[in-house]
Each structure stands twice: as C-alpha cells, then as structure tokens.
C-alpha cells in the first residue's frame, strides 16, 4: 500500500512550529506549501483554533501567549518594517510616529504613517478579529527623502522637523543628545550635511556633548 505524503495542512504546521513566537509572516512565505489557496484555507482554520493570529488581509503572527491573558502583540512598528522587508522596500516614520517611537511624545498616532520608496497602500490591523484598530498608511516618497544614512538620525531629523525648533523642550534635547551618541559617525557626518541647519548644529552640539 502506498504511503501518503504529508498534506499541506502538515507541512504548514511544521513551518509554523520552526518560527518564533511573535513571528510576523506572510501567506506570501508558505506559497511553496501548496496552492495559494490551499495555504489560505489552512491560515484560516488555524486562526479559528487560535493557533495563529490573523493581523490584516493576509498578514499573520505566531503569537506569543500571555498566560491566561491572551496573546502579545506586535507593536505597529514591528508590523511596518515586517512588510517593508517583504516588499524589499525602505520606509522612514514620519514625524507624528518618529515622536512616538522616541519616546518624544505620549500621543498615540491613530494613524501610523510612513514613508515608501514602494507604492502607496493602507493597511487595517486587527487587534480584535474582524474589527480594525488602526491603520498603516505608506506613502509613497521621491527617493531625496532616503537621502539619510543613519538609523537613528533617520528617525531623529524627521522627528525634530515635526517638533520644530520653537517648540523643542530641554527635556526633549536630553533624550535626543542620548540617542545621538549611538549613531555611526559617519552617518552622522553624512546626515548633518542634509539636515536644516538648525538640525545640524543641535545633532553637533549633542554629539559633542558627550566626547
């Protein structure tokens, strides 16, 4: 008698169990398991047992378990990046989400937006099945916008640019001049030759500060 292989339904459990908890992943990532529709019926049954969590239209997460407190979710940063990864595409915060991602606001964005050297899109995130909690939002960008080089001046200069200097606190300044001391000197050399000039000399005089 001969022997079944393993069914798609297998083949995607034991993909799943390779991944982290916390994973995000694609429907994209398990094509080669079977028939895209054959992986979508089986992400979705999946996401019945909770198994998996289903974020947005096609976009998945291992999820990590919080005890008997439900699961742990990505945070929507986490997710940007995740599908910035599989379109091979770059994206920068704008200022409203660079202020959050600092630590340089409390306000929430209702509204994560990035920019994109991809094409513009939308995406509706789930917390609670069926039922959107915020929105990503990538626009896109001519590429003089990825003119920076640093990680951390990337989201420092869009930031300050969205605080302005009229409005920039001492406190803000502190948190800032603790950033900068982490980034890769060349970058910042390469960062401050674009930045505003009122930009510059606040990420000089941070630097400086800590020599």
């Known amino acids: 008698m001969k022997r079944k292989g393993p069914t798609v339904s297998d083949k995607i459990i034991n993909r799943l169990e390779q991944m982290l908890p916390g994973t995000i992943f694609f429907i994209q990532d398990l094509i080669d398991e079977g028939s895209a529709e054959a992986v979508r019926q089986q992400l979705t049954r999946l996401v019945k047992v909770k198994i998996i969590k289903r974020l947005s239209q096609g976009i998945y997460l291992v999820p990590k378990k919080l ?9 929507p940063d986490d997710i940007a990046n995740a599908i910035a990864r599989r379109d091979k595409s770059r994206i920068i915060p704008t200022g409203e989400v660079a202020l959050w991602k600092l630590g340089l606001s409390t306000q929430v964005p209702l509204n994560y937006v990035y920019l994109t050297d991809g094409p513009s899109k939308v995406i509706n995130v789930e917390e609670k099945e069926g039922v959107t909690s915020y929105a990503i939002t990538f626009k896109h960008a001519s590429p003089k916008n990825f003119a920076l080089k640093g990680k951390i001046t990337g989201q420092v200069i869009p930031a300050l ?6 409005n920039l606190t001492a406190e803000m300044s502190e948190k800032i001049e603790s950033f900068i001391v982490r980034e890769d000197l060349d970058d910042l050399k390469h960062d401050m030759s674009i930045a505003p000039a009122w930009i510059a000399k606040l990420i000089r005089e941070s630097f400086n500060s800590y020599k």
């Open 67 to 75: 005890g008997d407190h439900g699961f742990l979710l990505p945070n």
């Open 161 to 166: 640019k969205a605080i302005g200097q009229k």
